[in-house]
Nanobody, 122 residues
Framework: QVQLVESGGGLVQAGGSLSLSCVAS????????MGWHRQAPGKQRELVAS???????NYADSVKGRFTISRDNAKNTVYLQMNSLKSEDTAVYYC????????????????WGQGTQVTVSS
């Protein structure tokens, strides 16, 4: 079994900053891409940022220049540094990881965290 445990989230004023982190643990065989998604009420979940095992990144246009994704492969951890936050960034943020479980190494999995609320006030 593999679990993703998130830290961070909370209430911040517009223009402020917030950092999120997520750690994968358990019977991990390997991890590929890790990323962050968000979902606002009444909207579909959308990709915010992702990072490959080699460090290649991509971002949604709405967060480019403001958010930075990074990872620590030795710790199976992905981070999201959010700066210059806007009210439009308010959502539940979910981390995810693509990988393989040692118990079922021939199968690929897409693991998800429980989500953390980010609220940006004006």
């Amino acid at each position: 079994q593999v679990q993703l445990v998130e830290s961070g989230g909370g209430l911040v004023q517009a223009g402020g900053s917030l950092s999120l982190s997520c750690v994968a643990s358990g019977s991990i065989f390997s991890i590929g891409t890790m990323g962050w998604h968000r979902q606002a009420p009444g909207k579909q979940r959308e990709l915010v940022a992702s990072i490959s095992s080699g460090g290649s990144t991509n971002y949604a246009d709405s967060v480019k220049g403001r958010f930075t994704i990074s990872r620590d492969n030795a710790k199976n951890t992905v981070y999201l540094q959010m700066n210059s936050l806007k009210s439009e960034d308010t959502a539940v943020y979910y981390c995810n990881a693509d990988g393989r479980d040692r118990r079922r190494p021939l199968s690929r999995y897409d693991w998800w965290g429980q989500g953390t609320q980010v609220t940006v006030s004006s």
